[in-house]
């Protein structure tokens, strides 16, 4: 079993994308540890995307993060990080495959919907993040 960290990004909040989202990983059978709807601060920001903080796209990016409220989700599953990734689709909208949530529903990069952690060892860094220990079920 694994769980893994998955954002629904504002763009999918405003778009009323919740529960197309949410039914996705549940339809798979998939378990939902913890779910809050908040912003995402600034500070956070930096911390969760501290890969990318230098990159030229970063800026725009928490812009666009920390612009307006988010869900957070840990899910899990086996292999639930690598299925996670595999059901959201490829980084850029052009890429993703139909079928995925990026595929059937982002248009451009940044406004991509979904965030899912990339390994196990992201996937640990970010619940950390985002939930405390006795918030997962
Ligand atoms: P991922 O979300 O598929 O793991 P990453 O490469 O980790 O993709 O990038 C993090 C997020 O940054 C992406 O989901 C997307 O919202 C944004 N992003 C990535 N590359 C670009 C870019 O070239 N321009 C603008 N935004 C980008
Ligand atoms: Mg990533």
């Given at each position: 079993m694994e769980t893994t960290l998955v954002l629904i990004k504002p763009d999918a909040v405003k778009r009323r994308l919740i529960g197309e989202i949410v039914k996705r990983f549940e339809a798979k059978n998939l378990t939902i540890r913890a779910m809050k709807l908040m912003k995402m601060s600034s500070e956070l920001a930096d911390k969760h995307y501290a890969e990318h903080?230098?990159?030229?796209f970063y800026g725009e990016l928490k812009a666009f993060m920390t612009g307006s409220p988010l869900v957070a989700l840990a899910v899990a599953g086996p292999d639930a990080v690598n299925l996670v990734r595999k059901m959201m689709g490829a980084t850029k909208p052009a890429d993703s495959a139909p079928g995925t949530i990026r595929g059937d529903f982002a248009l451009i990069v940044t406004e991509n919907l979904v965030h899912g952690s990339d390994s196990l060892d992201s996937a640990k860094r970010e619940l950390a993040l985002w939930f405390r220990e006795d918030e997962l079920v």
């Open positions: 903080v230098q990159k030229g």
